[in-house]
């Protein structure tokens, strides 16, 4: 058992579950917020992957099979599950912000301004770096117990594992620090993402603008799309370097819409 893995698993995790914490701490205290607004975006996170994770465990098997009948090209078959997962997602996640925008917002007579928007999708975005940092948890555990020797009499009997399962054990094994990082920048940049998100769904909503709504889904589904095919086909760093420059331009767009929004009032209906 390598004790720097170990530590790095430990770093990861605990940033993981500080950082979003930590933005919303700053978010409510420097504009004044309610906690509240926080916990409904964790709240809708979780609303839409309730609705999110069985719809997709019916529809993906189906889709999978019609997509494998229609070419026999691994490659093609990737792509066009990933095109599905990207816009599956997107479709589904901006929808919600999209309603509770414009829906739930107004019954709980919350106002729509750019600084709730702010720690809404903090809220989306931490509740989900947060479960990452859950399963992460996991991880570590696994890695303890198959390098310290806990499991060496269950895995002394290869004849009982699975081919595919030795390399996955072989592959905790030799993990390095470098191995756990990227999960880390993924989360930052995701996190990042997802603001960006709700507040181009925000925008949508204020400005009566359904283009906003529509360029939140799309983008949403080419980076979900892209990171699931890249991933595949190329491996981790890559992916990262694509989710990187999606996030610096997140934070661009993130600034445009801030700017935008602060010359619209808050709107708090009856």
Known sequence: ???????????????????????????????GLRWGIFFYGALFFILAQVIHIP?????????????????SDPAMVLAALALFLGLFAGILEEGIRYLVFSRF???KSLSLDRENGLLFGAGWGGIECIFVAVLV?????????????????????????????????????????????????????TLILQITFTLLVM???????ILFLLAAVGWHTVIDAVAVYVAQMYGIWPTETFLAFNALIGIGVLYRVWVRL?????????
Not at 14 to 23: H, K, R, T, W
Not at 55 to 71: C, E, F, K, V
Not at 158 to 168: F, G, K, M
Request: aromatic share 8%; no cysteine; net charge negative.
């Open 105 to 107: 917002f107004p019954r």
């Open 1 to 31: 058992m390598n004790p720097v893995v170990v530590l790095t698993f430990i770093i990861v995790i605990v940033l993981e579950i500080a950082i979003p914490l930590l933005l919303g701490y700053v978010m409510v205290r420097k504009f």
């Open 55 to 71: 719809l997709l465990l019916i529809l993906q098997p189906p889709y999978t099979a019609w997509a494998s009948s229609m070419t």
């Open 137 to 189: 948890i996991f991880s570590l555990i696994n890695y303890i117990l198959i390098t310290s020797g806990a499991l060496d009499a269950v895995l002394a009997n290869t004849s009982l594992i699975d081919p595919a399962q030795l390399v996955t054990l072989d592959t905790i094994r030799n993990l390095a620090p470098l191995d756990i990082l990227p999960g880390l920048f993924e989360r930052i940049m």
């Open 262 to 270: 602060g010359d619209e009032p808050g709107v708090n209906p009856e």
């Open 203 to 209: 925008f949508a909503v204020l400005k009566a603008r």
